[in-house]
């Protein structure tokens, strides 16, 4: 099978470039907010023996959860490596990395060695896969178990190998537990089997269906045991938003077009053009070419396979209308992966001007990785920019030594408002290990969130040093502001203020 062949040394040369390149501004880089914090508390609780059968929560409804893979890969990194987030990201960014190899074995089975160097390459390059690596969540996971599921389904077609398949049920079940969402590659699959039907079906043995019906089974079971225990509670909110979908009034939106084709115009920006403009451009190009390979009797098939991995990344924007970077994963490399195959194909004797396609594709990456990248996530991705643990430590070292080594109060306005697991978390992680002491919260902090800062709601008797924590106030209401600095205000007063990229601190003392 595959994993037994020996990469080309470019390949792995290309892998270390891709590596470097997803490493740039670490640890500078790495975000952290209420989230990261959320889960790296779970993850720590499953080194002390309390398992877990659920994944984070989802913004979908308070029924949807993914599995709880999650944690444990992320338990047995704090585990050794200690607290620091930084070691997450760093694990991340060479996860992502792997598709690398991925993306040169699908691009070298479907076409040949050349269109798998080149699509390995861009993939590289890829500012899109930079900012998943960078994206300390369950959801960008999916990536290298959606590339499996497709390298399986191009082992099985293209290269007749049976236990590809195997390696798709086991990337579509690893992709579910990332997020739940994968299932909707279902159609996708069910479609490609019906379409290579003739050349699938002959190979395939009892055996080979069997160990890839367990091996779904085997890597979704956190589900099946989450729905007895808790009483069905996935499929009565996926019901439930069926429901809530089908009660629209206005039928247009029960498929959200228009969301789509912004997806698709964000694919054509991220890799080859940034600038949407001229994305329509580009789109009604490709797709042009797109009509004129599917004319070619000889690699028709190849073309359909690739069409419906695309649409395979679409379909959860079709259904949902969210346009976050969060579901389609691995979709945009079968657009990678096309453009290399036409490079290759219509410029093969024009190696110069190929070679300057090429070199633009990767400057268009490179420049959006310049831009975004030394901040962390884009503005699509997360509602805090730049909340990176850089800033992050710098505020601590500033609390800390403002203090003076005397005991000091903290109370923070977060997102989201009065929880104060993001700063627990940078205290108990960072604050603790260099400067051998916690403060207390000193402010509302709502109960049932992690964290172990000492809360004390009496301001009166609080220290009479004091720090107030603003971060990024983006999604909390003006109201909500005024009342917590009017409240604030009322029992200390500001000596001093400082900035620390988005993240604000104001020394304060009592009153």
């Known amino acids: 099978m595959f994993l037994w062949k020996k990469f080309p040394l470019i390949v792995w040369l290309i892998f270390i470039i891709g590596l470097l390149v997803r490493l740039l501004y670490f640890p500078q880089n790495v975000y952290f907010s209420f ?19 659920i994944g984070p929560p989802s913004a979908a409804s308070d029924k949807l959860f993914p599995g709880p893979l999650i944690y444990y890969i992320y338990a047995p ?30 691009g070298q089975i479907i076409f040949n060695r050349k269109v798998g160097i080149l699509s390995a390459l861009l993939f590289a390059f890829s500012y899109e896969q930079s900012q998943y690596a960078l994206f300390i969540s369950h959801q960008p996971l999916a990536v290298i178990p959606v590339l499996l599921f497709y390298l399986g389904l191009s082992l099985l077609i293209f290269a007749k190998k049976s236990q590809g398949l195997i390696l798709t049920m086991l990337g579509w079940g690893v992709a579910i537990q990332f997020h739940y969402v ?13 379409i290579f039907r003739r050349s699938i079906f002959p190979i395939l043995k009892l055996k080979t269906i069997l160990i890839c019906l367990g091996i779904f089974l085997l890597t979704t079971s956190t589900y099946f045991i989450t729905e007895f225990k808790f ?59 797109l009509i004129i390979l599917l004319k070619n009797q000889k690699i028709r098939l190849t073309i359909v396979f690739l069409l419906l991995w695309f649409m395979g990344g679409l379909i959860p924007y079709f259904l949902s209308g969210t346009p976050s970077y969060y579901y389609a994963a ?51 991705m997360v509602i805090q920019p730049e909340m990176t643990t850089n800033y992050e430590k710098a505020a601590l070292d500033y609390i800390y030594k403002s203090s003076q080594n005397q005991p000091f109060a903290v109370n923070g306005l977060t997102i989201p408002l009065n929880i104060n697991t993001t700063w627990s978390y940078l205290f108990e992680w960072y604050g603790q290990a260099q400067y051998h002491y916690l403060p207390v919260w000193g ?65 304060r003392h009592r009153f």
């Not at 205000?489 to 001093?496: A, C, H, S």
Request: no cysteine.
């Open 35 to 53: 989230d990261q914090a959320r889960d790296a508390f779970t993850a720590q609780q499953i080194l002390k023996g309390d398992f877990k059968i």
């Open 77 to 106: 990194i704090y585990g050794i490596f200690g607290k620091s987030p930084e070691n997450i990201s760093l694990f991340l960014r060479l996860f992502n990395a792997l598709g690398i190899l991925l993306v040169f074995k699908i």
């Open 330 to 380: 691995a979709g945009s490399v079968s657009l990678l992966i096309f453009a290399t195959f036409i490079l290759e194909k219509f410029l093969a004797k024009r190696i110069i001007f190929q070679i300057l396609l090429i070199l633009l594709i990767i400057f268009n990456n490179i420049s959006l990785i310049r831009q975004f990248n030394p901040h962390g996530l884009n503005p699509d």
């Open 443 to 507: 402010g509302e902090a709502a109960a049932g969130f992690s964290g172990n800062l000492s809360i004390m709601n009496d301001r009166s008797k609080l220290p009479l040093l004091q720090f107030l924590i603003i971060e990024p106030t983006v999604g909390i209401k003006e109201y909500d502001k005024q009342k917590f600095f009017r409240e604030e205000n009322y029992f200390t007063k500001v000596i001093e203020e400082k900035q620390f990229g988005p993240i604000t601190i104001q020394l």
């Open 182 to 194: 994968y299932i909707l590659l279902l159609p996708i699959l069910l479609m490609i089997l019906l």
């Open 231 to 289: 009483h069905f509670r996935l499929l009565s909110g996926i019901w439930e938003k069926l429901a809530a979908t089908s009660s629209l009034s206005d039928k247009t939106h029960l498929f959200y077009s228009q969301e789509t084709l912004f997806i698709i115009n964000r694919f054509l920006h991220d890799t080859f053009l940034a600038n949407y403009n001229y994305t329509p451009i580009l789109w009604f190009i490709l797709a042009g070419i």
